[in-house]
């Protein structure tokens, strides 16, 4: 086993401990990934931003693929900025480690502070990945609202697209 791929998979370890999670078959697993293509990650921001509208709220999407690059950014009239970058984080978040981003927030707000050293961890829920039949395939993040409204609104597209 190469140094690499042996400090790869600790650090998965330590993720798994700390969030106290199975991750490691998961991780460790070499896949054949399939794509997000534009047009799917066209619906996936309009059904966040649909489920944004219904909450009153406006939000900026980012839609990644599988590596955490973006595919598409769009942001809502009325979306403040920050919500920019925020919302790229937390799609960041939920492809790096493969779960919502509000598990990383549940997990802060349970005392666990070891997550903030977690790398592109973001303990703010909105973040989710996508999987297509069990493979990541990319993640949303949605920010704008407060996290329970992202979550909602990242939750929707996300089923929309299945």
Wanted: net charge positive; with cysteine; aromatic share 4%.
């Amino acid at each position: 086993m190469s140094a690499k791929k042996a400090f790869r998979i600790s650090r998965y370890i330590c993720c798994a401990v700390i969030l106290g999670a199975g991750v490691i078959p998961q991780l460790v697993q070499a896949e054949e990934l399939t794509t997000l293509s534009l047009s799917q990650a066209r619906f996936l921001a309009q059904a966040a931003e649909k489920r944004a509208a219904s909450n009153q709220t406006s939000v900026v999407v980012t839609v990644v693929d599988a590596s955490g690059q973006p595919l598409l950014v769009e942001r809502m009239a009325g979306a403040q900025l920050a919500s920019i970058e925020l919302s790229q984080r937390k799609a960041v978040s939920a492809v790096f480690y493969r779960r919502p981003s509000a598990a990383f927030e549940a997990a802060l707000s349970g005392g666990k502070m070891a997550v903030l050293a977690l790398p592109h961890a973001m303990p703010a829920g909105g973040g989710v990945p996508i999987f297509h039949n069990i493979q990541l395939v990319g993640g949303i993040g949605v920010s704008g609202g407060n996290n329970a409204q992202d979550s909602e609104a990242a939750n929707a597209a996300v089923g929309a697209l299945k």
